[in-house]
């Protein structure tokens, strides 16, 4: 069991709630259309339930997978940028992270997981990625 | 089959409870623990359906209970089927819930979202291998991608850094996350005191006049739903 926060319900007309309403740009829909994104990413934890154990492992897998290449990618973006690394050296690394690209696609494609599954929520220490 | 549902942990466990009707017009009550009381109320079915009317139920109950405690919300939906083991929390995290009560004390949080335009309006996305002929083309894709998002995120941090200093300085604890979206600029919440309500609510309304191009939407008050993940029991 866990108690944990939750996100003030933005998106109600309800009289009550309207009452908590501050201030609101006249050209609110955009940002109401992107908090609903956030809300839609959010709920991002590895699933573990029995019926979908399989899909829970691959994710927690996955998302190991794509923080390893995210820093992969930071060091080797370092390193170009520092001048510190050949032509053959940048083909080689490009051509490994695009054939990690491939097979992380086909992966999650298999998986049935979206690039915000990987992006799993580690409760108070915030995203993973 | 039956759950208990949890709204809050609260102090002063011997007060009277609010008179107000929970989920699904259910009775509250309260699981007393030392000096720290749950409330609950028991639920049909394993679960609570994620439901307008539900999430305003849950939200009416928390704030009458702020009327007269120091109050720690809990994450909508979260259910038990067994008293023990909200028992066993209160008791194990006793102190945590404690200290984290003290913080919420007196306070409610203030929420404040700003939407924005980057420059140029376009998506930031990674490349992908089926878009590019090589590794040199996707390694320079990547360092472009990498260059533009840095660049965004300085332009933001920068602008964020005018926005939320006259708002900080009136709050006992803040949560700001920048650019959680590419459109979102600024997710923040701020824990103020009762008697500090009135001036953030003035400062946000003159940001919004002083920055035109930007989306506010500010609500308030709301129970410290941020500001109580350091008690959280897992």
Known sequence: MSFQIAEPALNTNDGDVDSKLICASEDIAALTEELMTVRASTPNRVVLDPDKVEQGLAQLVLTVIELLRQLMERQAMHRVENGTIDDAAIERLGLAFMRLDTRMTELKQTFGLRDEDLNIDLGPLGKLL | ?234
Request: net charge neutral; proline share 6%.
């Open chain 2, 1 to 234: 089959m039956g759950v208990l549902y949890i709204y809050a942990i609260v102090d002063q466990p011997d007060g009277d409870l609010p008179d107000i009707r929970g989920i699904g017009d259910a009775a509250i009550s309260g699981l007393h623990v030392g000096d720290l009381l749950a409330i609950v109320s028991t639920v049909e079915g394993d679960s609570v359906p994620f439901s307008r009317t539900n999430l305003l139920c849950h939200e009416r109950v928390i704030e009458a209970l702020m009327r007269g405690r120091a109050v720690l919300p809990t994450r909508f939906g979260t259910t038990t089927e067994h008293a023990e083991r909200i028992a066993k929390a209160l008791e194990t995290n006793g102190a945590g819930f404690r200290a984290n009560l003290d913080r919420v004390r007196g306070r409610v949080e203030i929420a404040l979202r700003v939407g924005w335009k980057p420059e140029a309006d376009e998506p930031i996305t990674r490349p992908r291998a089926a878009d590019v002929a090589d590794g040199r083309s996707y390694m320079q894709a990547l360092l472009a991608q990498t260059q533009r998002s840095r660049q965004r995120r300085d332009t933001a941090e920068a602008l964020a850094a005018k926005l939320t200093p006259g708002l900080a300085e009136l709050a006992d604890a803040v949560v700001e996350k920048i650019l959680p979206t590419p459109q979102l600029l600024l997710k923040a919440a701020y824990l103020v005191r009762h008697a500090h309500v009135a001036e953030i609510r003035r400062r946000i309304t003159a940001l919004r006049t002083e920055y035109p191009d930007l989306a506010f939407l500010a609500t308030g008050p709301w129970p410290a739903y941020s500001f109580v993940a350091e008690g959280n029991v897992a």
